[in-house]
């Protein structure tokens, strides 16, 4: 679809009109009083509230995810699906609920039709829907600290963005509520492990300058530009997205408008004098808003140099022991500060193999003495 057939409406405004208008009076055809749910979620700009009228060109447009009970999924999830194509109408608010790949294309494009639609209404349950965006345990009531450090922030945006319809089991709802946000020994592991990888470069901005690498000292201030947003992330209790919409979802924070203009100095800046100043002093105002966030005993927040060198650091280190020496599920103290799966791996095939980061979680868990 090159050209948008309708005014833009957001991706979860038109969902909860599909939803409305065309699937539920077709469910109740089905059977009525189908005890289900209907929301969007998963996969999509949508979910976490990012998309324009550019996100039209690709898997966007009136979708729906609906969830019924594991014995009603199994009875008319192969009905549903069918008897939707069939029934639904073409365009919602001008928008085709027909959707075509091109060629070996997994991407689908909405495209208006005359026949049945090849719609994007799902149907699951609750329990397999969480196993495939979480991973095996996605459907565990309680998660363990391993689990947890096992799923990508990506994928927990995704299942806990986006926007609920309607509930009527209220098994989504409550799956939603349990995975809002990190158990506390688990965030403070993660708030100890991001300060970790801070320290482990701070001081290498300054190095690689002083051998007259100016690239490479750019490209670690910008390495550790990310991992100060992704923090300031975790303090404000939000799942990071991933790259594509970090600094959108970076900007939303009340802190952005302090930090924002000093991580972009010193990402562009030609010297490093300069890149130091903007970069420590966005590391002192972070440091600050850790030691409010009252998880750990205080820390002093000023710079000082790399031991005897002339580099100014925060020694970022000192947050991560702080925090680390307030944890005491015997899992979490047992772990080297390595974090969650998005704290020492970033490859988009990887996060995407959930049994694949489990097991390798796992691994390194039992490989501590």
């Given at each position: 679809m090159s050209t948008p057939p309708a005014a833009f409406v957001p991706g979860l405004q038109l969902s909860e009109i599909l939803y409305r208008e065309a699937v539920l009076p077709l469910l109740e055809e089905i059977r009525p009083g189908l005890p289900h749910a209907a929301a969007r979620v998963g996969a999509g700009s949508e979910v976490l509230g990012f998309d324009t009228a550019r996100s039209a060109d690709h898997e966007w447009g009136p979708r729906l995810d609906l969830f019924l009970a594991p014995e009603d999924a199994a009875e008319l999830g192969p009905r549903i699906g069918p008897f939707l194509a069939e029934r639904l109408p073409k365009e919602i608010r001008g928008w085709p609920t027909h959707f075509v790949r091109a060629g070996s294309d997994p991407v689908g494009l909405m495209t208006p039709t005359e026949g049945p639609v090849?719609?994007?209404?799902?149907?699951?349950?609750?329990?397999?829907?969480?196993?495939?965006?979480?991973?095996?345990?996605?459907?565990?009531?309680?998660?363990t600290p391993l689990d947890w450090l096992a799923v990508p922030q990506q994928r927990l945006a995704e299942a806990t963005g986006g926007a609920v319809h309607h509930d009527g089991p209220g098994a989504l709802t409550a799956a939603r509520r349990r995975l809002a946000w990190y158990p506390d020994e688990v965030w403070r592991y993660l708030l100890a492990c991001q300060w970790q990888r801070i320290s482990q470069e701070e001081a290498f901005v300054g190095r690689c300058a002083e051998v007259g690498d100016a690239l490479g000292s750019a490209v670690v201030a910008a390495r550790l530009a990310r991992d100060l947003m992704r923090l300031c992330l975790l303090l404000a209790r939000r799942y990071a997205p991933y790259s594509k919409w970090l600094g959108s979802a970076f900007a939303q924070l009340p802190v952005a408008g302090e930090l924002s203009p000093l991580l972009r100095r010193a990402i562009a800046a030609f010297d490093h004098p300069e890149r130091e100043r903007a970069l420590g002093a966005a590391m002192e105002r972070v440091a600050r808003l850790q030691n409010a966030a009252d998880l750990a005993p205080p820390v002093d927040p000023t710079l000082r140099n790399y031991h005897g060198r002339p580099f100014r650091v925060l020694h970022a280190e000192r947050f991560a022991e702080a925090l680390a020496g307030t944890l005491t599920d015997p899992t979490l103290v047992a772990l080297p500060l390595t974090g969650g799966v998005d704290q020492w791996a970033d490859n988009t095939d990887l996060i995407h193999q959930p049994h694949a980061l489990a097991a390798t979680v796992r691994a390194l868990a039992d490989d501590q003495p």
């Open positions: 090849d719609h994007r209404v799902a149907v699951d349950t609750v329990d397999g829907w969480l196993v495939r965006q979480l991973g095996p345990a996605g459907a565990a009531d309680p998660l």
